[in-house]
């Protein structure tokens, strides 16, 4: 039996997350209910995103990983890596939240999990 959150739940819960402290989330693209992979597109206040996802490690585990980050000279790859994901796998959820203290919520909401 798979003991993970349900992707729909942690999704939701994530947005609250970011929404309890002022800031803002919302989903790009909504996957498979209970199973789909979790993207999260975090955007800084320049508007520039850092792609996580969590990877599975050698203990068994799974941590979030910085897979990609957005450049201000070139912002369209970024979004065509996440089009290109999209159509390789159309259950994986992607979820923007947008947040003051990237760095403090991702070591509080990110590290952890």
Same mark, same amino acid.
């Given at each position: 039996? *798979?003991?993970?959150?349900?992707?729909?739940?942690? $999704?939701?819960?994530?947005?609250?997350?970011?929404?309890? =402290?002022?800031?803002?989330?919302?989903?790009?693209?909504?996957?498979?209910?209970?199973?789909? =992979? %979790?993207?999260?597109? %975090?955007?800084?206040?320049?508007?520039?995103?850092?792609?996580?996802?969590?990877?599975?490690?050698? *203990?068994?585990?799974?941590?979030? %990983?910085? $897979?990609?980050?957005?450049?201000?000279?070139?912002?369209?790859?970024?979004? *065509?890596?996440?089009?290109?994901?999209?159509?390789?796998?159309? *259950?994986?959820?992607? $979820?923007?939240? =947008?947040?003051?203290? $990237?760095?403090?919520? %991702?070591?509080?909401?990110?590290?952890?999990?």
């Amino acid at each position: 039996m *798979d003991s993970r959150l349900p992707a729909h739940l942690e $999704v939701s819960g994530l947005i609250r997350t970011a929404q309890a =402290t002022g800031d803002f989330g919302m989903v790009l693209h909504k996957g498979e209910r209970d199973g789909g =992979t %979790i993207l999260i597109v %975090i955007l800084d206040n320049q508007g520039l995103g850092r792609l996580f996802e969590r990877m599975p490690q050698l *203990d068994g585990s799974r941590k979030w %990983i910085e $897979v990609k980050a957005q450049v201000s000279e070139n912002k369209s790859e970024f979004e *065509d890596y996440l089009s290109r994901r999209i159509r390789q796998d159309p *259950d994986v959820w992607i $979820v923007e939240l =947008t947040v003051a203290k $990237v760095e403090q919520f %991702i070591c509080e909401n990110l590290s952890s999990r």
